[in-house]
């Protein structure tokens, strides 16, 4: 159970911040798990779904990379709620069991593809250094070019401010 408590009713918030939890609807079908503590801020939960509707609907990069990115910093960062989701996800996109117990158990790809392997190094050296080393740069620039580069980087933030929002509010998954 989440520190906080969940908000999952649009008038459990004031009228004025109630766009915020229409946006979540509209968005994603409705409020997840994942918001659900962290609306008593309806403010930077809209800012960060906002950011979160461009990275995961409207991004240039391939799907697999997404999920790659999302999956391998999030389990850097221990969120168990985003691991969960993101696992299945990567999967479904065909992602090899060896690479998802790999970065689940953070270990070296053994066997990964090409396409598999640069999105998880990436995420790594980014949530455990703080930095890109210049050959990963090198190689996700040739790759991505110059817009995707930078969605790389931005995405691997995004899902390391989600994992700090919710390891820091211990949200899990639903009977977890």
Known sequence: MPRLPEIFERDQLPEDKREVYDYLVKS?????????????????VGRAAHLGTYIRFESSLPAKTLELLAFTT???LDDLYEKAIHAQAAVKLGVSQSTID???????????????????RCARELTRTHQLSDASFEAAHKVLGD????ELVGTI???AM????HNAMQVRMPNS
């Not at 994603?28 to 930077?44: D, I, K, M, Q, T």
């Not at 989600?162 to 929002?165: G, K, L, Q, R, S």
């Open 28 to 44: 994603r079908g409705r409020v997840s798990n994942g918001y659900a503590p962290l609306l008593h801020c309806p403010e930077f």
């Open 162 to 165: 989600i994992a700090y929002a």
């Open 74 to 76: 999030v389990s850097e």
């Open 102 to 120: 790999a970065i689940n158990n953070k270990t070296d790809l053994i066997g990964a593809t090409d396409e598999e392997t640069l999105p998880v």
């Open 157 to 159: 933030g995004y899902y």
């Open 147 to 150: 817009k995707g580069v930078v």
